[in-house]
């Protein structure tokens, strides 16, 4: 996942360089709980869009390897996730 954030604006993509990335239409963090909403649109095999939603909790925000970890939802696809940064 890219994720670049900028002024109150996060942006990127999902899967970047693949065929399936889905870019984030909708990015959204809630400050006060450290919780983070986000809206792809990318492509099945076929080239329909397909949409992905991800909703997740930023952990050990203090430190240079936070986490940021929830559930993820892509067309009728779901599951969680745990992203470590590095």
């Known amino acids: 996942m890219e994720l670049i954030w900028t002024n109150t604006t996060l942006s990127g993509n999902i899967n970047p360089g693949e065929d399936d990335a889905a870019q984030i239409k909708t990015g959204a963090l809630n400050s006060s709980n450290w919780t983070v909403h986000i809206e792809a649109e990318g492509k099945d095999a076929k080239g329909a869009i397909v949409k992905t939603v991800i909703d997740g909790q ?9 986490t940021l970890s929830g559930t993820w939802v892509s067309g009728t696809t779901k599951g969680t996730f745990k992203l470590a940064r590095e």
């Open 58 to 66: 930023i952990e050990n925000l203090g430190s240079p390897k936070r």
